[in-house]
Structure formats: C-alpha cells, structure tokens
C-alpha cells in the first residue's frame, strides 16, 4: 500500500510540476521521478512478499 501511495504521489507531483515548469527554465521533475522509482521498486519487492506469503514460499519471500 506504501509503494502505491508513493508511486501516486510521484505522479501527481510529476504532472504539477509539469505545469510549473512550462513558465519557467527550471529543471524540477527530479524529485518527482524519484518517487516514482522509490515506490515501484517498494510496490514490487512487496508485491513478491505478499505472493510468497500466500503460497507459503520460503525462497520467494527471502529473496
């Protein structure tokens, strides 16, 4: 749920500052794609968890 939050939240400050930017010659968008690439890799990692978790996996959910 946190990566979601943290991926939405990526996206959403991305498409303001998008907005901003438009009106002036600063580069802004690296705090944004930051947390679009934090909350994937968070997503994903707990993603596979949750599925080793249902399957009772003991690699999956180490690794």
Avoid: Y
């Avoid at 994937?40 to 968890?49: D, K, R």
């Amino acid at each position: 749920v946190c990566g979601l939050g943290i991926l939405t939240l990526g996206v959403i400050v991305h498409l303001r500052v998008t907005e901003v930017t438009d009106h002036i010659d600063t580069n802004l968008t690296f705090p944004s794609i930051t947390l679009i690439v934090i909350g994937s890799i968070i997503f994903v990692i707990s993603f596979f968890g949750c599925c080793g978790a249902i399957r009772e996996s003991h690699c999956m959910i180490i690794t």
